[in-house]
């Protein structure tokens, strides 16, 4: 018997350990799209729900709007949009389909060039594979910052406090706040876990499973900005150009990829990386130049798109004026849920940008989500898409992801259920209940 028993543990293999390539794999790429969907699919079940309730079908809701847009540029291309898609005053004429930038509507009409696919179907399966990529991103880049945030140089309390009237200085800490106990820093990967899901469960978020250019907007610039922090400069200069062809906030993209690079070469970079950085800076304009000559030769207006968009839906840069009044209508008078709400999500993005700076959240991604919020905030049109508007700024939400990481599981789990399931209702409630929420 012993001799058996020793034959038997002679000859047991013990289990091979993964490789680190499938345990890389699994930890950047599987475990943020399983958090991902796994949150969206609760927006989802919500609002096909709602959507039953109000008598109103899933499959429109997720193509209403712009959605009908894209899709139908996407089949019929730019000359051949039907005539019932208006403007906001209810006008079709044959450059009014030129507002909508062409990224998202010419990448669904090449998946819809796929066996058995329909450009409805075709837009959805984008979607899908476009926040993949979206998702292991905003885990890698929350990862990123909270490396670099660990590191970060405090900042001069001190200092600021000298340079401000005695009533503002109180405000401040007397000395630079000292880094928190090794003890006490949040784990990269958990906080990137935890970005992912925030993102997810923005209050606009369902936009992601729409047929609209947030998911491939968000896919880029997030990749464009781990490119920036990591200096691969080619991947932040061709994700910039896509960007920029995907909507006009594409600029902010553009901009921080130019600034970054031209101060990188201010570091005289040896001569392969600065002709790698030249690149990202020449490469980054293209698309958005590239749509904006396009709109001109079809127009003859050198400024075409800019007159399209104020003229069809009185988009333009007015220095937040229409913001503000909207803001303060709708806190006074407002008895609707979504006006009110969507006046308190914008009231709200001035003080997550204050929590980055005092986070110190990397300068190039803060850059860019303070640029998101102003191009949105300081231009006029249909306020009640604001929301939507604002979910490419969701790198302020790592701040709180970091917070939230150094909580316990459960902690984290009981903090994300209320924000996933107040996400959920809002975004149905804005697509099956409220007439002009996009």
């Not at 369902?206 to 880029?220: D, G, H, K, Q, S």
């Not at 937040?320 to 999500?345: C, E, K, M, Q, Y």
């Not at 997550?352 to 300081?378: E, F, K």
């Amino acid at each position: 018997m012993a001799s058996l028993a020793e034959d038997s543990t002679t000859t047991a293999e013990p289990v091979p350990a993964p490789p680190p390539g499938t345990d890389r794999f699994l930890r950047l790429w599987v475990a943020p799209v399983v958090v991902f969907f796994a949150i969206r699919a609760v927006g989802l079940l919500v609002l096909a729900d709602m959507a039953y309730l109000n008598g109103k079908s899933l499959g429109d809701r997720l193509s209403a709007w712009d959605g009908e847009w894209m899709l139908a540029i996407a089949e019929h291309g730019y000359d051949g949009v039907p005539v019932d898609l208006t403007d906001a005053w209810g006008i079709h004429t044959a450059d009014t389909a030129y507002a909508f930038f062409p990224g998202y509507p010419y990448l669904v009409s090449l998946a819809a060039k796929l066996p058995l696919v329909s450009t409805y179907g075709a837009a959805l399966l984008v979607n899908v594979v476009l926040c993949v990529f979206a998702a292991s991103g905003v885990a890698r880049l929350g990862a990123l910052c909270t490396e670099r945030m660990a590191t970060a140089t405090p900042l001069p309390w001190r200092r600021l406090r000298s340079t401000l009237p005695a009533a503002l200085a109180r405000i401040l800490p007397e000395s630079s706040k000292p880094r928190p106990a090794p003890a006490s820093e949040a784990d990269p990967y958990t906080v990137g876990l935890i970005a992912v899901a925030l993102f997810a469960a923005t209050p606009m978020s369902i936009v992601l499973n729409m047929a609209y250019t947030e998911a491939l907007f968000c896919a880029l610039a997030v990749w464009a900005l781990i490119g920036v922090l990591e200096e691969r400069w080619l991947l932040a200069g061709v994700c910039a150009l896509f960007a920029g062809a995907t909507r006009p906030t594409g600029v902010v993209v553009i901009g921080t990829v130019i600034l970054v690079g031209l101060l990188a070469l201010r570091r005289r970079p040896g001569r392969h990386e600065a002709s790698r950085i030249w690149a990202a800076i020449i490469l980054s304009p293209l698309g958005y130049l590239g749509f904006l000559c396009v709109v001109w030769a079809h127009t003859g207006d050198p400024l075409g798109w800019f007159t399209i968009q104020t003229d069809g839906w009185d988009t333009r840069f007015d220095f937040g004026v229409a913001a503000v009044r909207f803001v303060n209508d709708t806190l006074a008078h407002s008895g609707d849920v979504a006006p009110v709400a969507t006046a308190w999500i914008m009231l709200s993005t001035p003080l997550l940008i204050a929590v980055a700076v005092w986070s110190r959240l990397p300068w190039p991604v803060l850059l860019y989500a303070a640029l998101v919020v102003l191009s949105i905030m300081a231009s006029s049109g249909l306020m009640m898409s604001r929301a939507r508007l604002l979910l490419p700024a969701f790198v302020l939400l790592i701040p709180f992801a970091v917070l939230l990481a150094r909580r316990r599981p459960a902690a984290i789990l009981l903090a994300l259920v209320p924000v996933v399931a107040g996400s959920s209702w809002f975004g149905a409630y804005m697509l099956t209940v409220y007439p002009h929420a996009m």
